[in-house]
């Protein structure tokens, strides 16, 4: 198994250019999530979803939106780039929401200039 | 407040014990505490839960106090690959709730 993996790695966008994330995993989990780790800090939730066609805000929503059209994929779009989303940003998923393990990809390192 | 609070940093020997502590005097009754580790360049990695008794697994102990206000991470025998950010965190809200990450505790191992 792959587990979670995240696509792309790496990139460069100019402010008000667009973009999406995309995150795969094959453990048939229902929960996924997109998180956002500034230098030094801990990660901080984005957007998550508790199971297909369903997304939900979480502590730093604004700027971003999410799809989950099939259970294996989750997307982080981004809009309308601006410089203070310049981050890491990781995917996890989980069996269930609050009491079991998350899994996470490997992040995408997003820089906008 | 939601996060737990931890030591910025700590050091170790390699192969001794290391005792991560962790406050949380806010926590309610059903609200796990998680504990992930995150080395460098890597999304965080799962390294045990707990509700309200000790658990042991095969990369570490979790040591709750009675009165769940703090808890403990024991690793038994560091090692040069448990250099790491260890964040210890509570989901807030339960069954259904997320995972509040704070900034965690830096531990650095010597050989």
């Known amino acids: 198994n792959a587990g979670v993996t995240q696509t792309p790695k790496f990139r460069v966008l100019k402010t008000g250019q667009s973009m999406t994330l995309l995150c795969a995993q094959d453990?048939?989990?229902?929960?996924m999530y997109w998180y956002r780790q500034d230098p030094g800090m801990g990660l901080r939730l984005i957007h998550y979803?508790?199971?297909?066609?369903?997304?939900a805000k979480g502590e730093v929503p604004d700027g971003y939106n999410v799809s989950r059209l099939k259970k294996q994929n989750f997307l982080l779009g981004l809009e309308s780039a601006a410089p203070s989303q310049t981050s890491v940003y990781f995917c996890?998923?989980?069996?269930?929401?609050?009491?079991?393990?998350?899994?996470f990809g490997p992040g995408t390192r997003l820089t906008v200039l | 407040d939601a996060k737990t609070t931890q030591p910025n940093s700590m050091e170790s020997n390699e192969e001794e014990p290391v005792h991560l502590p962790c406050n949380h005097s806010?926590?309610?009754?059903?609200?796990?505490i998680h504990w992930y580790r995150q080395l460098p360049s890597q999304g965080p990695e799962y390294v045990i839960h707990?509700?309200?008794s000790n658990v042991n697994n095969r990369m570490a102990s979790l040591a709750i106090a009675e009165d769940r206000k703090s808890s403990t991470l024991i690793l038994h025998r560091a090692t040069l690959r448990d250099a790491a950010v260890y964040y210890c965190?509570?989901?807030?809200?339960?069954?259904?709730?997320?995972?509040?990450f704070g900034k965690g505790t830096k531990l650095s191992v010597k050989p």
């Open positions: 965190i509570r989901n807030y809200g339960g069954s259904q709730g997320n995972l509040i």
């Open positions: 806010t926590i309610s009754g059903t609200d796990y």
């Open positions: 453990m048939n989990h229902e929960y």
């Open positions: 979803s508790v199971g297909e066609g369903t997304t």
């Open positions: 996890a998923s989980s069996t269930t929401r609050g009491y079991s393990e998350q899994f």
């Open positions: 707990g509700l309200t």
